[in-house]
């Protein structure tokens, strides 16, 4: 985790869920003020790392590692410094990790592997890697806010056509580790 790198006053792949109304932190029209301040020059209130971030950002690269094991990932990168821009809108994202896969992976909860939105994911391709840690229970398909809008916005960007998120549940626990996998959505015009 390198800090934020992606601008305030456009639309961001980690705002999603806030702009979808799917936040239980902050609404579509605090994100939108938010924005216009920092249009408009003025300074912006940053949270302060507190322990749930700090536990976040330091087991992130751990998740990650994990993640990749379980998926039989190659050319995977976690140290990724660079915000990645949509080429038509404004529209931006960081990304956790990347890395390419060996596998066509079904649902298969017995081993941790969720596929929501049903059918195969091919990993055969660099996908995104997105990972959280949470204290909350497990859950088949993470909360919209736990990266669920955000992975499918890191994939428009970089217009990868799988991506991961892994999560951690309950903290310390670690008696229960999900990937969940998507693949891009297909857009019929």
């Known amino acids: 985790m390198v800090g934020k790198l992606t601008p305030d006053d ?59 094991k379980r998926l039989s990932l190659t050319d995977v990168d976690t140290d990724i ?45 660099m996908g995104v890697l997105e990972a959280k840690n949470a204290s909350c229970p497990p859950e088949d398909t993470p909360a919209p806010y736990r990266g669920y809008w955000q992975l499918h916005g890191q994939m428009e960007i970089t217009k990868r056509s799988w991506g991961c998120i892994a999560v951690l ?5 670690f008696g229960f580790f999900c990937i969940v996998l998507m693949k891009m959505c297909e857009t019929k015009s």
């Open 169 to 173: 549940y309950e903290e310390m626990t």
């Open 10 to 68: 456009i639309v961001t792949a980690s705002v999603l869920p806030v702009i979808m109304h799917q936040s239980p932190w902050k609404t579509a029209n605090e994100q939108l003020r938010t924005a216009l301040d920092v249009a408009e020059g003025k300074p912006i209130e940053r949270l302060e790392q507190n322990q749930p971030m700090f536990w976040g950002d330091t087991l992130e690269p751990v998740i990650l590692r994990e993640a990749a």
């Open 81 to 125: 410094a660079g915000a990645f821009f949509h080429d038509e809108l404004p529209f931006a994202c960081s990304l956790d990790g990347e890395g390419i896969g060996t596998k066509v992976f079904t649902h298969d909860p017995a081993n941790g592997i969720y596929v929501p939105m049903g059918g195969e994911v091919d990993t055969r391709s």
